[in-house]
Every structure is written in C-alpha cells, then in structure tokens.
C-alpha cells in the first residue's frame, strides 16, 4: 500500500490556514439552532408505526407526518423485538401513546407526496 505524502509547502499552508480559521470564522448566533426547537408542527402530526426486520429484530419505528404538508416528518426508532407479533402490539400501544390525536382522525394520504409508481 502506498503511503500519503504531502510536500513541505503544502504542509505549511495547511498550517496556515487551520491557524488563521481561528481569526477568520465568527461564532454562531443562538437563532442558528432554532430549527432544533421548532417542534409546533408536531402536534398536527399522524402517527404511523412501521416494523421493519433488521439484523435478526424488529424493530419498531414511529413515523410522524404533518397531516398537511405529509413531506415534513420525523421518523423514530422505538424498540426492537425477538417477536413480530410482539412488535406489532407494542407498535399499536407506542402509536396511540405518541398521537397527540388519539382518535387518530388524522391521516396522510399517501397520494399526497406525489410518488411515480411506474
């Protein structure tokens, strides 16, 4: 195998330029990390379990769709199970737990997100 070898004068310049990041890069601003708290849209959100088999388990996943704008969703991993009946009760009680609409009236029609099925 080849070893990497990097000439002196490019060396220095990298150098160079790690040393004057420090001068030239501005922190951030608390605004920047907003994006981490903006969660409002999750209370009009259908909850949609899905069970998937990996590695031997199933595991579970908690999807969350805006029931207007079906394209913004959060998808988590919950648990994972030796037992896919034992998944899918669990996913059923995690779906009504997480739903902030326990009647579950809000749905995401699948048509909304535009897919070519061809």
């Known amino acids: 195998m080849d070893s990497f070898n990097l000439d002196s004068s490019a060396y220095n310049e990298l150098l160079n330029l790690l040393n004057n990041q420090h001068f030239i890069e501005k922190p951030g601003c608390r605004e920047d990390m907003d994006f981490l ?10 909850v949609i379990e899905n069970i998937v088999k990996r590695d031997g ?3 579970i996943q908690l999807v969350f769709a805006h029931y207007q704008e079906p394209q913004k969703l959060i998808k988590r991993i919950i648990s994972r199970h030796p037992c896919k009946n034992k998944a ?3 996913a059923w009680y995690m779906k009504r737990l997480a739903a902030k609409d326990q009647r579950g009236t809000l749905k995401v ?6 897919l070519c099925s061809s």
């Open 57 to 59: 388990m199933w595991e």
């Open 88 to 90: 899918k009760l669990n």
């Open 37 to 46: 708290s903006d969660d409002w849209w999750l209370r009009d959100t259908a």
């Open 109 to 114: 029609n699948l048509d909304d997100f535009r």
